[in-house]
Nanobody
């Protein structure tokens, strides 16, 4: 499966962004999907994950209540709605997919899209 993330940009603190992940190739609906982020000088970290059915989601504590992950298997797309953005959310955001269930470890994800930059100014 090939993934392409989009929707990043420069926003002020408190504003919102919606990231999109377009999937092509093998059947996206049979893959769990996740969002990760990586700030300069830091390791890539888990943000949110969703199972292939969309029935279960998982979030990093730092984004709970502000971010929402979703997917539309009919469109082969996944989304990350980010509300109440903070300067510490600034990072390159990556979407990922894997056959197994959601995982917080980047090493468990086999497919990655390119990053989309999110910059939040204070």
């Amino acid at each position: 499966v090939q993934l392409q993330a989009s929707g990043g940009g420069l926003v002020q603190a408190g504003e919102s962004l919606r990231l999109s992940c377009a999937a092509s190739g093998r059947s996206f609906r049979s893959y769990s999907m996740g969002w990760f982020r990586q700030a300069p000088g830091k390791e890539r970290e888990f943000v949110a994950g969703i199972t292939w059915t969309g029935s279960a989601t998982d979030y990093a504590d730092s984004v709970k209540g502000r971010f929402t992950i979703s997917r539309d298997n009919s469109k082969n797309r996944g989304y990350l709605q980010m509300n109440g953005l903070k300067p510490e959310d600034t990072a390159a955001y990556y979407c990922a997919a894997q056959r197994a269930g959601s995982s917080t470890s980047p090493r468990n994800w086999g497919y990655w899209g390119q990053g989309t930059q999110v910059t939040v100014s204070s």
